[in-house]
């Protein structure tokens, strides 16, 4: 409550959350405005020794009009008040939805709009991540250790070993769980943290869009990498066959497409069951795509690839008719992805990172195609998807996070004129206060007790051509943990600098960070076989 006396002019202030006004023509009915108050002329008592002395103990009237005082303005004092709906109990409210982070907002807005509230970001413990992360990080990891057991076998079928070429589609076609799938979930876990989802029409809305829009991005990429394959195949041999160059094609994009279509249907029922009950679904989703379609997407290839391998002898126009079946779907999905505007924008601007990142998973194909094919390191192979799911499903949950973190503070996206900001140091990234480093760290303290239990894992399963001798274990676990660093590391810059300049990170940091821990891991693990080859830990034959 603010008292404003017109012969002493000033102003009381009794109670909280007013503004002090001052008046501007002196001797005139006092005119005031308040955002969150309303304005009564009050009739003060005649005689000034009426006048209570404490606050508490006037008595006001309400007036509905200005009184004229005429020739009695300088005689009698007039006095407003302003009755301020911020009250007590109003700023107490306030104060416990900010500290609370409460869902839901109380306030005396006579707003029409019913719009649904985003609810607030989760407080979250370096305990609190850890417990969410580990389950779906442990699933993901035995899902890379599955691919790699799948991986070691076919290695050895008459399509791997006639057309070499398959390998080079192996990190390429698995890379499409953080090209596609893993940005589906980061897109759908966003919208869901922000409220985009809190409707069932908007939830069928979101839906519907990004299943159509990852069966383009799949269809194309699909086709693609099988380009890609074919020259990374025909350079270095100089060896040119139409007949395998129509097999990759056919192979990579029904893989592509039936894979993405399965996993990514998953992936809506993840985020969806996460939000029902109240878990992160950043925390989730990314590792359960990853636990499931290295596994699924390397047994679709090798079975789809075999049965048209076969083809081959038989039916020259098998192929041709598989590859353009798919390719032909793909205006249907284009015509559904462009009525929603969230994937209509992806699906004209989205394409650029969705393809180096096919690009640069093909160069560690051609790592693999060529290292596996050397009987000296086909050890290499059950490795491959486990060291590289884990790098992939690890930078994805911290650049979801991120992500996510930087929607829900509502941050400015892409400024007029931004502020130079200096490349974040590993410091800042693993030692500072904040959530995203508390994560970061929690994430790369999982690296080494993970690859021990999924290494215990194959060996227990005779799985692999390398006997685990604690050299090996030392050198792998140098390997994985220099991978997880870099993307870590990378993730905190490239996040932040592609939100700077108005680039959503969920739809393009994703599958350049999975493309890189592809590249690296498949590098790295490499780089150890030949390493352990030279100083005489050899040993290929286990598991034969």
Known sequence: MVLWSKDQDKLSDMSTGTERIEMKKEGAPPAFHHSNGSVHPVILP???EEVPQTPGEYELTEMTSIPDHGDQENERPDMVVLDCRANAKGQREEDALLENASQSNESDDTSTDQSPVPPAPLKETSFSIGLQVLFPFLLAGFGTVAAGMVLDIVQHWTVFTEVTEVFILVPALLGLKGNLEMTLASRLSTAANIGQMDTAKDMWKMIMGNLALIQVQATVVGFLASIAAVIFGWIPEGNFKIGHAVLLCASSVATAFIASLLLGLIMIGVIIASRKVGINPDNVATPIAASLGDLITLALLAGISTGLYKELEFNDYANPMVCAFFVALTPIWVLIARRIPSTREVLYSGWEPVII???????GGLIL?????????AGMAVFTPVINGVGGNLVAVQASRISTYLHMNALPIAEPNPAPRKCPTPWSTFFGSGVNSRSARVLFLLVAPGHLVFLYTINSMQGGHTTLTSVFIAFYLAAALLQVVILLYLADWMVNWMWRR?????????PYLTALGDLLGTGFLALCFHILW???DRDTDVGD
Do not use: E, Q, R, W
Request: charged share 15%; glycine share 6%; aromatic share 6%.
């Open 534 to 536: 030279l100083i005489g």
């Open 502 to 510: 108005g680039m959503d990170p969920d739809n393009f940091s994703i």
């Open 46 to 48: 005649d005689n000034p």
């Open 357 to 363: 990142a096919m690009a640069i998973s093909s160069v």
């Open 369 to 377: 195609d060529k290292t596996v094919s050397n009987p000296n390191f």
